[in-house]
């Protein structure tokens, strides 16, 4: 069973930064692509940013230029540093990956969430 545990979370100033962290299991990070997610209350959750087999990245508009996602494959971990916080960067914050399965489709991993609060 694969497990994504995040952590790296809490309370910071606007303009302030965190970085978080994604502990894979099960898998290797360098082999699949892995995201970042974050879901606000009351909001649906949104994607964030992606990092694929090979290291290319994609970032939501609202995060471009302050996040930036990469990995330690010797760590078999995933990070989302983040600068210059907003309080709507507000949310929690979950790692994903999808697992292709024989016969076509994909199972989709979550991680528990880790918290971001971001206080003007």
């Known amino acids: 069973q694969v497990q994504l545990v995040e952590s790296g979370g809490g309370l910071v100033q606007a303009g302030g930064s965190l970085r978080l962290s994604c502990a894979a299991s099960?898998?290797?990070?360098?082999?699949?692509?892995m995201a970042w997610y974050r879901q606000a209350p009351g909001n649906q959750r949104e994607l964030v940013a992606t990092?694929?087999?090979?290291?290319?990245?994609t970032y939501a508009d609202s995060v471009k230029g302050r996040f930036t996602i990469s990995r330690d494959n010797a760590k078999n971990t995933v990070y989302l540093q983040m600068n210059s916080l907003k309080p709507e960067d507000t949310a929690t914050y979950y790692c994903n990956t999808d697992v292709l399965v024989r016969g076509g489709g994909a199972v989709r991993y979550w991680g528990q969430g880790t918290q971001v609060a971001v206080s003007s």
């Open positions: 990092i694929t087999s090979g290291g290319d990245t």
């Open positions: 099960r898998i290797s990070v360098s082999m699949t692509a």
